[in-house]
């Protein structure tokens, strides 16, 4: 009997065991296990073998598409294809071409901007005076404009297509360079001189006395600087023709004028010594600039703030403005007569022995001089008149900005053009151009084609001499450059 409940119990036992064998999340279990298991004989398929199914799928249908069309159907939708690709390639080709032509026409525009900015500066200089050809027989200098005393000092306008004059007379004349029309600009009335700025001066001669010595013009075009015997700075409006101003101050006659280039700062030497500082723009006195102990006579500036000066004390001066210090260089047996930029560490100076020198910002005595420069011709009328020194003397001098090519004038019937070489530091001459009459100013147009002179028949400071066959008046001389 125990044997049999012993049984009994094992069974119930093992009926447990089966029922749990039976579960049916068990069950479940192994009927996913076994929906994944794959056969040894069984291919995986790939991700490459779907595209490439994929692929068959669109290529039958678009062999679907044209299953119907004809041979020459076909031949026209190919063709069509060809085209349509051919198109495209010209598309691409053409907008790479203008991008490469964009890309060109900047890279021109900025080495011209480049090349112009260079030569502003002094770093880069044109080789006119190497390209400057042989002078023919009609080329020669032709008065185009007429005063009736002596011319003392000429401008040209930025594009070399205007041209202003001042002389002894008192008359402001606006010219055109290739007709030689020209335009007087008129003084207003002392009330209107008043109310701009004039002080009238004691002395009758000098309060009535327009002679004008100087005369510059701003690099925008818009005003005409004058100045004479007056003591006052007068500037002018050049759209309008009409008197703007009167700048005070000076306490001597005004002998020379320059505008800071690409500015409206305006610098004015006088006879009392004193270099001062203007601005155009807003009408304003800015400051002065000491050191001269005699008449002031030629002034000349770039486009820094830095002015250069020669007085009739033997020296030039360069003046640092920022800085407020300047240098000092020493004529040691003449007097300088006029002064000019070559670049911004090399300047001419003109005396009144005759000679031309170069100088240089490092050194203080000049590093090249021209010794009579101008040398007086025997057969010329100035012996009749007793002003043979006087005709020697260098009264102007000028450069082509940018280049280096020069020019100097004198009363000797002739203006002398001059290669300035700054790697050997030497001048060399170039050509004469005869030209009788005291040539008191030079201008050189930017472009290097032409070259204006102011003439007389006597010096712009002085009567010290006379030339009677000398001609009052603007001459213009062509350069034929290679």
């Known amino acids: 009997m125990k044997l049999e409940k012993k049984k009994g119990i094992g069974a119930k036992r093992r009926g447990k065991r089966s029922s749990i064998d039976h579960d049916p999340f068990l069950e479940e279990e192994t009927e996913k296990r ?8 069984d291919d995986i398929e790939s991700v ?9 799928k669109v290529g039958e249908e678009v062999e679907d598409e044209f299953a119907h069309e004809t041979v020459g159907e076909k031949r026209k939708r190919l063709a069509e294809d060809t085209l349509n690709r051919i198109e495209e390639a010209k598309q691409r080709e053409h907008e790479e071409d203008n991008e490469e032509d964009d890309d060109f026409r900047d890279s021109l525009v900025a080495k011209t901007l480049m090349q112009e900015q260079l030569e502003k500066s002094g770093r880069v200089r044109r080789a006119n005076a190497l390209r400057v050809q042989d002078l023919q027989s009609s080329d020669k200098f032709r008065v185009i404009v007429k005063h009736q005393h002596s011319v003392t000092g000429v401008a040209l306008s930025d594009d070399d297509s205007r041209g202003f004059s001042v002389s002894k007379d008192g008359t402001i004349l606006h010219w055109d360079v290739s007709s030689g029309k020209s335009d007087e600009y008129k003084w207003p009335s002392d009330e209107v001189l008043k109310s701009h700025g004039l002080k009238f001066q004691e002395s009758w001669y000098t309060r009535h006395n327009k002679q004008s010595l100087a005369l510059a013009v701003s690099s925008d075009g818009r005003y005409l600087a004058t100045g004479g015997v007056d003591c006052h700075v007068h500037l002018w409006d050049i759209r309008t023709r009409e008197h703007v101003q009167a700048f005070t101050g000076h306490c001597g006659i005004v002998s020379s004028l320059c505008f800071r280039e690409g500015t409206a700062e305006l610098f004015s030497g006088s006879y009392d010594g004193t270099l001062s500082i203007w601005n155009a723009e807003h009408r304003t006195y800015i400051e002065s600039c000491f050191g001269h102990q005699s008449e002031l006579l030629s002034i000349d500036a770039l486009g820094r703030e830095r002015v250069l000066s020669v007085g009739r004390d033997r020296t030039m001066q360069l003046y640092k403005v920022p800085e407020s210090t300047r240098l000092i260089y020493r004529a040691s047996e003449s007097n300088f007569e006029c002064c000019c ?7 001419l100076s003109g005396s009144d022995n005759g000679s031309i020198a170069l100088w240089s910002i490092l050194k203080k005595k000049p590093v ?6 101008h040398h007086v011709i025997a057969d010329h009328d100035s012996v009749n008149h007793n002003c043979t020194p006087a005709c020697s003397w260098v009264s102007s001098v000028a450069v082509c900005r940018g280049s280096e090519l020069a020019a100097s004038g004198a009363g000797n019937g002739c203006v002398r053009l001059w290669g300035v070489e700054s790697g050997s530091s030497a001048i060399q001459p170039l050509y004469e151009l005869p030209l009788p009459g005291f040539v008191n100013s030079l201008a050189f147009a930017k472009s290097g084609r032409f070259l204006i002179a102011g003439v007389g028949q006597e010096p712009r400071l002085g009567r010290w001499g006379c030339l009677k066959s000398a001609q009052n008046g603007v001459a213009i001389h062509p350069l034929r450059l290679s």
């Open 48 to 56: 490459e073998s779907i595209e490439s199914e994929e692929e068959g």
């Open 368 to 373: 090249f001089i021209v010794n009579n420069a």
């Open 34 to 41: 076994r929906k994944f298991n794959y056969d040894d004989d």
């Open 341 to 347: 930029f070559v670049n911004s560490d090399e300047f």
